[in-house]
């Protein structure tokens, strides 16, 4: 039987919890995100390629986050993974770059109906629709020469790339189900200016899960809307876009994050950037949590309970023995991966 590698014990050590019963908090089980499309990762089955996609199994829900850059090789990491994508409860596609839509066509031909979360952008791929007001009228002319023969409707619509999907367009920051929001912001970033962008935000009892696709609204934009949720950020994964940042700028928004908002642990991936990853390593150590394309970060089931400080309540006492002796090491990272990954049967397996 194959085995998949997951990240059970770093996301052990990076003291990820659970979801537990609250009002305004999501409930769930058993949570994890499974990466499903990147550019990096150290799982055979997976097809590596520029992009990101993530299956986010909180709350009870199963969220697919954006879908990748190339509709075959999604579809081959979902198929590697074995997810059945007739059992996603909803798809958010954080922005309309390619690079993380590109993948629907795969998702609608398994499961056309699926509900699909999608940021309102004027005449976007998505679609959407106006005031008729927006376009100066002349009442001067012919009815053959004006629009809608002079009657235009109340709005005017835009159609989407596709036409039947199942699209719900988000126009600002919405709480979908409980303790599941989407964090809605524009990006003010010369080259992507006006472009809105999602990110998944999951309130827990041990604090904000944050899932990021690109970020061109600005992480830190994105991390401060996610801080007025809950100020406790417990985690972030995706794309942070600082992969063309110079070394001061990354410098800058690492503190932040580290400083300011006190995130608690970092699972980059995407449009990080190299030179970010390195640096985030340096910052959080053993709360940096490896996120490559096939990677499965155990977020632990729900508990309610208050563990010890970067322990999570998902441990059985032989891995509590394992994480307490690996959590001497002052820095982890500087030990053999291996060690710290370990082999378990997943949702993956045969
Ligand atoms: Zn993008
Ligand atoms: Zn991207």
Redesign the pocket.
Known sequence: MKLGVTLLLAAALSGVTAMGCATGVAVAADNQITILYDVFGNDRAMKKDW??SALVEVAGKRILFDTGNDRDVFAANVKAKKVDLTKIDFVVLSHR?S??MAGLSHVLRVNPKVKIYAPQELGGIYGSAIPSSFYRKDGSLPLEMRYYDGKPPEFVKFGRAWQDANIELIDKTTEIAPGITLIALVSETPGTRELKELSLAINTPDGLVLVV??SHPGIEKIVEAAAAINPKIRFIAG?FHLVVTPDEGITKVVATLKDTFKVENVAPG??TGEPTFTALKRAFGNRYIYAGVGTLLSLGPSTGGGPRRGEGPALKPNELTTYRKLARHEDPFDQPQARYLRSRPSHSDN
């Open positions: 992009g990101y770059h690079d993380h696709g690109c794309g995407h449009c």
